[in-house]
């Protein structure tokens, strides 16, 4: 008999300026994993912006039972009607439940191409999820240490 995980209902929502603090703990968090250099005060500093000018337009949150942010997808203005999703990711205890996708149809539901950079030394299996999820891996990046992944709307 094979016994399925748990799946826990988690609350998503839209980010906002309140939530960034939270943001920057889970980044912090993950950083290993994106990867974020943020062991120098500048580098938190300009991370910092980005996460409020992103939560300041389209980005959401996931939420425990308790109300604390657990995920998170960034997003901004992208290119005439795109968004950029710079940043996103579920806490280790908190994965394998479906959240992240959860997340990502959040910003698929505006119906704008979205545009994701990844790190060719992000160790979350960043890229394989995002064509999983139906994005297409752009050629010649303009980043050679980044690989470029486009979702458009049907």
Not at 29 to 45: A, F, G, H, Q, V
Not at 56 to 66: F, G, I, K, P, R
Not at 83 to 99: D, E, F, H, S
Not at 133 to 147: A, I, L, R, Y
């Amino acid at each position: 008999m094979t016994i399925k995980p748990r799946i826990v209902a988690t609350q998503m929502r839209k980010a906002t300026p309140d939530d960034v603090p939270a943001i920057m703990i889970a980044l912090e968090t993950l950083s290993d994993e994106i990867p974020i250099n943020m062991d120098k005060e500048n580098n938190r500093n300009a991370l910092g912006i980005i996460v409020a000018e992103c939560c300041a337009q389209n980005s959401w949150v996931a939420l425990d039972e308790t109300d604390h942010v657990i995920g998170f997808l960034l997003g901004k203005k992208y290119k005439f009607d795109g968004i950029a999703l710079p940043y996103g990711g579920v806490l280790k205890g908190y994965r394998k439940q479906g959240r992240f996708s959860k997340l990502l149809s959040k910003a698929k539901a505006l119906k704008r191409p979205l545009h994701v950079d990844v790190n060719h030394e992000n160790k979350s299996g960043m890229a394989a999820r995002l064509v999983k999820e139906g994005f297409v891996k752009e050629q010649g990046s303009p980043f050679p240490s980044q690989d470029c992944f486009i979702w458009l709307p049907k």
